[in-house]
């Protein structure tokens, strides 16, 4: 019985052993598998205190951009504002518009009939302006045959002694100087006046005659001269108040006014231009010098 109890205590014992030392080796691997959960978990931890940091940091960016985004939102809403107005006043400018169009079909309606009447009288006349360009060619080609039949008239009126005589007298000179400028008296007798051999005037001599003491008192125009084409000497010294332009006596020359004796002593003319000689020079019409 003795052996049989210590055996069984042994047993026991032996057992009891066997239990501790696995729950030693259990108890060990618990607190091993525990530390490796704890450096697990601190990793985790640390990990996900990173990204709590990183979401702090995305928050905050978000937060700006929210607040810009906001500040964004409040400039859109008074654009918004003022393009809701600028919409509204183009729709009644539209309907304005639209108004005016309307108008203007109508005018231009008007203006298309007022057009089509135009173009039928511009037609017309166009037609008129036609028939009086070949009237008024017409009328120019008997013009220049006319002022061909009077430049002979004249011509033939003022080439020959007695056409000039009565030219002389027509002109009134001899009247207001007292000269002996009368009908019965030859054109060659005249005072003051110079022929050549076919009894033609060639000069006229205003300075040197008995003129009653009255030659600033003589009052002509040159362009009383202008026929005598046979005429070259003028002398115009004394006279005070003739007037007209050395373009009288030869139609081609430039115009130069007669203004009195301190300036004007007397005209010399010659084919293609007349000299007028003052107190000092003597001057060229038609060089202007």
Request: net charge negative.
């Amino acid at each position: 019985r003795r052996s049989g109890r210590v055996a069984h205590n042994l047993a026991r014992a032996l057992s009891g052993v066997r239990t501790k030392t696995a729950e030693r080796r259990t108890k060990a691997q618990m607190e091993s598998a525990l530390a490796d959960s704890k450096a697990t978990y601190l990793q985790e931890a640390q990990a996900i205190q990173k990204q709590v940091a990183a979401l702090e940091a995305s928050l905050k960016n978000a937060q700006a951009e929210l607040e810009a985004r906001s500040s964004d939102a409040q400039a859109l809403g008074v654009q918004l504002v003022a393009l809701e107005a600028e919409k509204g006043a183009l729709v009644e400018a539209n309907g304005a518009l639209e108004g005016a169009t309307a108008a203007q079909g109508k005018r231009l309606a008007a203006l298309e009939v007022q057009m089509f009447a135009l173009t039928k009288e511009k037609h017309r006349l166009e037609t008129a302006q036609s028939a009086m360009e070949v009237t008024c060619a017409r009328l120019e080609q008997n013009k220049a045959e006319l002022t061909v039949r009077a430049a002979a008239v004249k011509t033939a009126a003022t080439t020959s002694p007695e056409a000039q005589k009565e030219l002389l007298l027509t002109a009134r000179i001899g009247f207001q100087t007292g000269w002996n400028w009368r009908v019965d008296v030859p054109l060659g007798e005249f005072q003051g006046v110079s022929v050549d051999d076919a009894g033609l005037v060639v000069g006229i001599d205003f300075c040197g005659q008995d003129q009653r003491g009255e030659a600033a008192g003589l009052k002509f125009n040159l362009a009383v001269l202008a026929p005598l084409t046979s005429l070259q000497v003028v002398n115009l010294r004394l006279l005070e108040t003739t007037s007209g332009e050395l373009a009288d006596l030869r139609k081609e020359k430039e115009q130069a006014e007669v203004v009195g004796p301190d300036f004007i002593y007397y005209l010399r003319i010659y084919p293609s231009s007349i000299t007028h000689h003052t107190k000092y020079h003597e001057h060229d019409t038609e060089n202007n010098v």
